[in-house]
């Protein structure tokens, strides 16, 4: 009887083995690292806010090649809504962007909040050639309807 239990504590062991065999040979293997596509021109949209900043770099179809805002830049509290605040975001987003080569930008800039002007100012120095600039910021035409007037 001891003989039958060994040979089956035996057989366990050796199922276990080779099952731990096949797992490392499946961590081993490499995978292939994907080619960045190369892209030359794309849009960089700016959200800037009474509080924030954010910018986001677009292919023309509108797929996402890199976002950066303040708060990921490492800013806190009033200090994300400034234009040196803004112009490191475009920093940032735009050191993300060199694999893509990306030369030729649309700039759109929506929002009313004072990192405007340094984001632009920033998306120049960063070696971008601007084509345009538009505001997008939408601005209403006739507002919500009026509350009825109070009975005297």
Do not use: W
């Amino acid at each position: 009887m001891s003989e039958e239990k060994k040979e089956k504590v035996n057989n366990k062991e050796s199922k276990k083995t080779a099952s731990a065999k096949t797992a490392d040979v499946s961590v081993k293997k490499k995978k292939k690292k994907s080619k960045k596509q190369h892209i030359t021109s794309g849009r960089i949209y700016i959200h800037a806010t009474y509080n924030n900043t954010i910018v986001n770099i677009t292919d023309k179809n509108g797929n996402s090649l890199a976002q950066s805002s303040a708060g990921r830049c490492g800013f806190k509290g009033p200090k994300k809504a400034t234009p040196y605040a803004a112009g490191m975001i475009v920093k940032d987003a735009g050191e993300r962007v060199k694999d893509y080569g990306l030369k030729d930008v649309d700039v759109f800039v929506e929002g009313i909040g004072s990192g405007r002007e340094g984001a632009i100012r920033a998306v120049n120095s960063q070696g971008f050639n601007m084509l345009s600039i538009r505001d997008i910021t939408p601005t209403p035409h006739n507002g919500c309807r009026m509350k009825k007037p109070r009975k005297p």
